[in-house]
């Protein structure tokens, strides 16, 4: 799909994610491991590339169209993290120009671990812009294989930077290895860069072990040369008040994602 990145090299493709099909159903599933954790619990953001690649894949149909992901929710039970964790997809609409789906996220036994509703756009491709890689189930198999597992925690790897924790300002450079092919800043790492922000305002004002276990992302403006910077807003004065985070490509002032997120502390 539009959203996948092209090497074995890329952030997104070293989660630990893997496919298969099943029933005539493309599904990911996950082990989780500590670097695609937090507090014990799934990121967030590791959920919405699941729900981001599992849905686009199957949509993403046309060599001649973009398909872009327009906005994302995700629900997530604040839980410990399960063995093993799968989708489930079902497709609301297919249209010319746009598609909506939605993702289960479920435990080996079918107990409920997150949802999540997603929409996209098709966007024609132009003569200037890069190859559109061909979604054969070789390539899948490949790309999810399993392999080249992150060693550091997530937001390491990416390259997340805390300017003031306090005000929720998380920084990222926009690294080949965080862009899609179409050369915008991957889905799942903008949610990443949202959900930094949350939990390190939450922890810091509340002195609490903050986990992001809601999201509302609205993908406004593909990111050029960044970096990105957060600015965040609390919408209430408790621990589970809502927090706005506002995603800026530094190199045009240009707000590129809205995000609504909400915290949590995972129960022992």
Not at 27 to 49: D, N
Not at 78 to 89: C, E, K, M, Q, Y
């Amino acid at each position: 799909m539009t959203d996948l990145l092209g090497d074995t090299m890329s952030v997104p493709s070293r989660l630990g994610v893997t496919a298969d099909v099943r029933d005539g159903e493309f599904r990911l599933q996950l082990h989780p491991q500590a670097p695609v954790m937090r507090h014990g619990a799934v990121r967030a953001s590791v959920i919405s590339f699941m729900i981001d690649v599992v849905a686009g894949i199957v949509l993403d149909d046309d060599p001649d169209a973009w398909l872009l992901t327009s906005d994302m929710s995700v629900r997530m039970r604040p839980v410990l993290a399960p063995d093993w964790i799968g989708t489930r997809s079902t497709i609301l609409r297919r249209g010319q120009r746009s598609a909506t789906a939605t993702v289960d996220v479920v435990t080996s036994t079918g107990g409920p671990v997150a949802t999540g509703a997603i929409g996209f756009s098709r966007v024609q491709r132009r003569v200037s812009d890069p190859p559109k890689p061909p979604m054969t189930p070789e390539r899948i198999t490949t790309m999810f294989g399993g392999a080249g597992i992150l060693t550091r925690p997530l937001r390491e790897e990416a390259g997340i930077n805390v300017l003031h924790s306090i005000s929720g300002i998380v920084q990222m450079e926009v690294t080949p290895q965080l862009r899609n092919p179409a050369g915008t800043l991957q889905g799942a790492m903008v949610a990443l860069v949202a959900e930094a922000a949350a939990e390190e305002l939450a922890s810091a004002r509340f002195d609490m072990a903050a986990v992001v276990i809601d999201l509302d992302l609205r993908y406004l403006a593909q990111t050029g040369a960044g970096p990105v910077e957060t600015r965040c807003r609390l919408l209430g004065d408790t621990p589970d008040a809502p927090i706005q985070v506002e995603i800026f490509d530094i190199s045009s002032d240009r707000l590129t994602t809205l995000v609504y997120a909400r915290t949590a502390v995972i129960p022992a």
